[in-house]
């Protein structure tokens, strides 16, 4: 079981990133996926979720409007992106990827994630 994600970098504020993760190793078509961010010196926090087929979508509050989540359920590997517009200072973080047998809307507490994937970070300047 792998969840890689990518496309973190440096991005002045008001510039745009895109995030992606690859899962593979079982069936994650099957599954909510989900991204989550954590600040320096502060908890992980619900970013995004997509339901399995795709078809429901929540955002938490600070990044709606300006963050798309979306997946491609491929045979062997699925694809989660996250398209990020409109970039803050506040948005630094390192940015990971999960995966859940279910689908919450925005409440997902970490202690219950069925897998989590790498972080990768994400450094917007002012």
Do not use: H
């Not at 991005?11 to 992606?20: E, N, T």
């Not at 509050?61 to 300006?66: A, E, F, L, N, Q």
């Amino acid at each position: 079981v792998q969840l890689q994600a990518s496309g973190g970098g440096l991005v002045q504020a008001g510039g745009s990133l895109r995030l992606s993760c690859a899962a593979s190793g079982r069936t994650f078509r099957n599954y909510a996926m989900i991204w989550f961010r954590q600040a320096p010196g502060k908890e992980r926090e619900f970013v995004a979720a997509i339901s399995w087929s795709g078809g429901v979508k929540s955002y938490a509050d600070p990044v709606k409007g300006r963050f798309t989540v979306s997946r491609d359920n491929a045979e062997n590997t699925v694809t989660l992106t996250l398209q990020m517009n409109s970039l803050r200072p506040e948005d630094t973080a390192v940015y990971y990827c999960a995966a859940d047998r279910y689908y919450y809307s925005t409440y997902y507490p970490t202690d219950d994630i069925d897998y989590w994937g790498k972080g990768t970070l994400v450094t917007v300047s002012s």
